[in-house]
């Protein structure tokens, strides 16, 4: 009965391959120096102790492979996070704006675009020298469609042998629909280009950036004219 009751729990260790053989009451255990000895009394021993040395567990150390997340067979990779939408573009800015031939002219000007549609323009420049001068000032920005959007300004400096003020300044916050509706285009891809003219027509201005937008490679559709102001 006690060889029938062994023997169940050695096929049970196999069978969940845990080693149940590591109880073995130590009246039945033996020397490792008798592995291998059928011992008178005991029939099964050797192959009791055959078993305890083929199935007891081994151990390794630690791995961090052990705690890996594993994704099961087949299941799709976990989705990319969304990006996040762009709102707003800019502020973009000339710098400080200086005209050649000793012209005693200079400003600069600013830019911001938001996704409703919304916008501020806003510029000043400064006569420092004894003529007066009319200023015009385009920038022309492109969407990746090619529709181009105008933002203009112009207003006159009076210089020293002229009463008035010497200085032109605007500052323009409005909204447009045409820029919330091509707001994608814009932030798919965009080009701008700003010109900066003394005594000259607002409207050559306009036509002079989107010239050389062209030349330079970019793909004008449509102008839109969002804002054309008289400082």
């Given amino acids: 009965m006690a060889n029938d009751v062994l023997q169940a729990s050695t096929t049970q260790s196999m069978v969940a391959g845990e080693s149940t053989m590591r109880r073995t009451p130590a009246s039945l255990k033996a020397p490792d120096n008798t592995r291998g000895a059928v011992l008178p009394g005991h029939p099964y021993l050797k192959q009791i102790l ?70 501020s323009f806003n510029g000043s420049f400064h006569d420092s020298g004894a003529p007066s001068y009319d200023v015009e000032f385009s920038w022309v920005i492109v969407g990746a469609s090619g529709t181009a959007y105008s933002f203009t300004a112009s207003g006159h400096m009076a210089g020293t042998f002229e009463s008035g003020s010497r200085d032109c300044i605007w500052t323009k916050s409005d909204k447009n629909d045409n820029i919330a509706l091509h707001w994608d285009e814009l ?24 010239s050389a ?19």
């Fill in 50 to 119: 055959d078993l305890h040395h083929a199935y007891s567990p081994v151990y390794r150390p630690y791995s961090p492979a052990d705690y890996a997340p594993v994704t099961p067979s087949g299941s799709p990779p976990p989705p990319t996070p969304p990006t996040p939408q762009v709102t707003t573009l800019g502020p973009f800015n000339t710098n400080y704006i200086a005209f050649d031939n000793g012209v005693p002219v200079g400003g600069s000007v600013s830019l911001t675009l938001h996704s409703d549609g919304s916008y």
């Fill in 187 to 210: 932030t798919s891809g965009y080009t701008w280009r700003w010109q900066a003219y003394v005594n000259w027509d607002v409207q050559s201005a306009v036509d002079s950036v989107v």
């Fill in 213 to 231: 937008l062209k030349t330079a490679g970019t793909v004008i559709a449509a102008v839109v004219a969002v804002v054309a102001l008289v400082a």
